[in-house]
Antibody, heavy 122, light 107 residues
Framework: QVRLVQSGGEVKKPGASLKVSCKAS????????ISWVRQAPGQGLEWMGW????????NYAQKFQDRVTMTTDTSTSTAYMELKSLRSDDTAVYYC???????????????WGQGTLVTVSS | DIQLTQSPSFLSASVGDRVTITCRAS??????LTWYQQKPGKAPKLLIY???TLQSGVPSRFSGSGSGTEFTLTISSLQPEDFATYYC?????????FGQGTKVEIE
């Protein structure tokens, strides 16, 4: 079955960098993309960007454009999201989700990781 | 950016009630609208994609409709396990965006 397993929670200091992993199993990794979303405590969902599993092409939300880097390692079927220059308002649960595409129905995010809690505090 | 506005933001209902949540887009998004259910401490769960297509394994009491700028999620008979927060999302154009959420609580 399809599974996305994310790395464990982290505590970071302001100004530090964060790298969250999302290991995929149960499907052919390069056939689908991976999207990253975050959710601050008690808040809604915020899209950060996504990466193609096929060719590594990315599309980032403007808000994160200068601080985020998304990569993949096809040899281990793992996607990574790195966020630099962390601030206290980056405290959130970070999720990865598999991005499916179909000509008739467009994009679909049917599988999600369990989430990674990141706390940014001095 | 396309803004999605859900209404209501909060909904109190009883088991067995018919519940409707609306999502309005600031510009047309064709049928590229998705609905998720999220319970506390859990990842969102896909319910409906392409505005009206039920994701495999999702109970048939959930349905979606709409196109363009106005969409609805309907739960025909609310069950105890349906008390959660619901989000709409547009996947028509970048940046992909979410509505602010609708929390469905027990009356």
């Amino acid at each position: 079955q399809v599974r996305l397993v994310q790395s464990g929670g982290e505590v970071k200091k302001p100004g530090a960098s964060l790298k969250v992993s999302c290991k995929a199993s149960g499907y052919t990794f390069i056939t689908y993309g991976i999207s990253w979303v975050r959710q601050a405590p008690g808040q809604g969902l915020e899209w950060m960007g996504w990466i193609s599993g096929y060719n590594g092409d990315t599309n980032y939300a403007q808000k994160f454009q200068d601080r985020v880097t998304m990569t993949t390692d096809t040899s281990t079927s793992t996607a990574y999201m790195e966020l630099k220059s962390l601030r206290s308002d980056d405290t959130a649960v970070y999720y990865c989700a598999r991005v499916d595409w179909n000509d008739s129905s467009g994009f679909r995010w049917g599988y999600w990781g369990q989430g990674t809690l990141v706390t940014v505090s001095s | 950016d396309i803004q999605l506005t859900q209404s209501p933001s909060f909904l109190s209902a009883s088991v067995g009630d018919r519940v409707t949540i609306t999502c309005r887009a600031s510009q047309g998004i064709s049928s590229y609208l998705t609905w998720y259910q999220q319970k506390p401490g859990k990842a969102p769960k896909l319910l409906i994609y392409a505005a009206s297509t039920l994701q495999s394994g999702v109970p048939s009491r959930f349905s979606g409709s709409g196109s363009g700028t106005e969409f609805t999620l309907t739960i025909s008979s609310l069950q105890p396990e349906d008390f959660a927060t619901y989000y709409c999302q547009q996947l028509n154009s970048y940046p992909w965006t979410f509505g602010q959420g609708t929390k469905v609580e027990i009356e």
